[in-house]
């Protein structure tokens, strides 16, 4: 995905799924980050294998993390409407609550200290990002989630 040179999001997904990563595609994928004078940064799942860590390894790359997305169908869970709990509120953030949201990302990623600087950082990026929505999740009038669409981030305050 190309989304601009210092985009966040401009690099790799789902590498060495759906086709083996050769040295060919390798090849490929950075000429083309590199044409467009971007970093070249690749999420890799460990069901990629072994191999293609191995690989980007010898490439130069190193790994800071392996990813896993999972999902499940939900429509039966649509069918079986569960009452959802009417104390808790999901809405958009208003252009003024940057504050809010940063707070929020920051306390729901706690068991993570070392990407504070990184969270507070990126959040007005974030919330300031062309067709990007970001979301609060709040109990009672207090935050307690915050979630993004395109840019798929989500955290949930641990208490």
């Known amino acids: 995905m190309f989304d601009g040179v210092s985009s966040p999001v401009t690099q790799t997904f789902g590498l060495g799924l759906f086709e083996p990563a050769t040295a060919e595609v390798l090849d490929g994928i950075e000429r083309f980050f590199r044409d ?3 970093p070249v ?15 980007l390894n010898e490439r130069g790359y190193e790994p800071v993390e392996l990813t896993s997305v999972m999902y499940r169908p939900i429509r039966s869970l649509i069918e079986k409407h569960q009452p959802s709990n009417e104390q808790i509120q999901v809405r958009p953030v208003g252009s003024d609550e940057g504050d809010v949201l940063s707070q929020t990302i920051v306390k729901g990623w706690s068991d993570f200290p070392e990407y504070i ?7 007005p990026v974030w919330t300031n990002r062309k067709g990007g929505v970001s979301f609060l999740a709040e109990l009672e009038g207090r935050p307690i989630a915050a979630g993004m669409l395109s840019l798929a981030g989500a955290c949930t305050i641990p208490e």
């Open 36 to 38: 467009r004078q971007a």
């Open 41 to 55: 940064f690749h999420e890799v799942s460990p069901l990629a294998g072994l191999a293609l860590v191995t690989s």
């Open 117 to 123: 600087d990184y969270l507070q950082d990126m959040t």
